[in-house]
C-alpha cells in the first residue's frame, strides 16, 4: 500500500515538522518504533512526547503513547532539546525580496539544526521572525564563521540557487586575520587536493593528486605579528579556507581544529571566535535575471593583544 502525501504541517517556534516513514517490521507501538528507530531520544523522552500530542499520525492527528504501530504510513513530529545552549548574538537580514532572503551570520550561531542547537540556528530563527516556513539555506557556512548567508524562500527556486554555488557562479570573497608571514610573497594561488583524514574526521588533509581546491590569498594589510587577509575560493571543499591558510603556516586566529584540533568547548568562550568572516556574494539571479552582489556589514578586529 502506498503511504500518503506529505502532509504541510504549521511551524512549531520556527521549527517545520519532520517526517518518518513507517515499514513492515516487529513494532507494536508507535512508541517501541520510534524508541528504535531514533534513539537519540530516549524512550521516556518520546513518551513524554507522544503524552503531550507532540507526534502526529499521517492525517495530522495526535498519537497517545500506547498507540499501536501501523506500517506503510508517516508520522511527523517537531525536533525540539531539552536543554539547549542559548548563543546571545543576533543576525541581520540584509535583503528580502520574495525569493532570496540574505542575513549576516553571526560568530558561534549554526546555521541549520544539528546536535546540541535546534532554537539557536540562523535557520529557525529566521523561519519564526520572518513566518517563512519553507526557508532553506542555499550554501553551508560553518558555525564558527560569521557573514553572509544566502536562503531560498520558495521550494520551486530552491534547487536553481543552490545549483549556483555548485557550479561555482558564484563570486565569493573572505576575509580572515592570521600570522603575518614577510617570507611568503601575495597574492598566493593554493592549488591542492583535500580529503578528510581518517584519523580525525573532522580535519581535512592535504594529499598527493589532482587539485581539487584553489585559494587565492592577498595581503591587505599588517599590524604586527598578525595580518588582514582577502581569500577568493575557486572550489567549495570543506574547511579550504582554514586548511590552506594552515598549510601555509598561516593559521586562522581563532581556529580550534586547524593546526590542533582542539576539544569542543561545552561552553563556548565567546570572546575566542574565528578570525574568518564571508565578506561578499556576486552572482547572476537564475529567477529574477538580475546581477546580485551583497556585503557584509560585520568587521573582523585585530586582537587587543599581538
Same mark, same amino acid.
Given at each position: ?72 504510513? #508517516?508520522?511527523? &513530529? ?6 539547549? +545552549?542559548?548563543?546571545? %548574538?543576533?543576525? @541581520?537580514?540584509?535583503? $528580502? ?73 558564484? #563570486?565569493?570573497? &573572505? ?6 608571514? +614577510?617570507?611568503?610573497? %601575495?597574492?598566493? @594561488?593554493?592549488?591542492? $587536493? ?88 556576486? %552572482? ?23
Amino acid at each position: 500500500m502506498a503511504r500518503p502525501p506529505k502532509l504541510a504541517l504549521p511551524m512549531v517556534r520556527g521549527v517545520s515538522a519532520s517526517a518518518v516513514a513507517c515499514p513492515a517490521g516487529p513494532w507494536g507501538s508507535v512508541l517501541d518504533f520510534l524508541s528504535e528507530r531514533l534513539p537519540l531520544v530516549a524512550r521516556a523522552d518520546w513518551h513524554a512526547r507522544l503524552d503531550r500530542g507532540d507526534v502526529l499520525d499521517a492525517q495530522g492527528q495526535p498519537l497517545a503513547p500506547d498507540a499501536p504501530y501501523r506500517h506503510s504510513t #508517516r508520522l511527523y &513530529y517537531y525536533r525540539q532539546l531539552e536543554h539547549e +545552549p542559548e548563543i546571545p %548574538f543576533q543576525a @541581520e537580514v540584509l535583503f $528580502r525580496d520574495d525569493w532570496l532572503v540574505v542575513a549576516d551570520k553571526p560568530h558561534f550561531l549554526p546555521v541549520t539544526p544539528k546536535g546540541r542547537y535546534v532554537q539557536q540556528t540562523l535557520l529557525t530563527r529566521l523561519k519564526r521572525e520572518l513566518d517563512l516556513p519553507d526557508l532553506t539555506p542555499v550554501h553551508r557556512l560553518d558555525r564558527e564563521t560569521a557573514g553572509l548567508t544566502v536562503f531560498a524562500v520558495q521550494p520551486g527556486c530552491r534547487d536553481a540557487y543552490q545549483r549556483l554555488f555548485r557550479d561555482r557562479e558564484v #563570486r565569493k570573497l &573572505y576575509q580572515a586575520i592570521a600570522p603575518y608571514r +614577510p617570507d611568503l610573497n %601575495f597574492p598566493i @594561488e593554493r592549488s591542492s $587536493r583535500l580529503q578528510e583524514r581518517a584519523d580525525a574526521f573532522m580535519q581535512m588533509e592535504e594529499v598527493a593528486g589532482p587539485a581539487n581546491a584553489q585559494t587565492r590569498i592577498a595581503l591587505l594589510e599588517r599590524q604586527g605579528a598578525l595580518a588582514r587577509y582577502e581569500l577568493q575560493p575557486h572550489s567549495g571543499q570543506k574547511h579550504q579556507l582554514r586548511m590552506h591558510m594552515c598549510a601555509l603556516g598561516l593559521p586562522i586566529v581563532g581556529d580550534r581544529i586547524y593546526p590542533v584540533l582542539q576539544a569542543e568547548q561545552r561552553e563556548p568562550d565567546y570572546r575566542d571566535s574565528l578570525q574568518l568572516l564571508a565578506q561578499t556574494l556576486c %552572482f547572476e539571479d537564475p529567477v529574477s535575471g538580475q546581477r546580485r552582489e551583497f556585503h557584509t556589514r560585520l568587521k573582523l578586529e585585530f586582537p587587543a593583544e599581538i
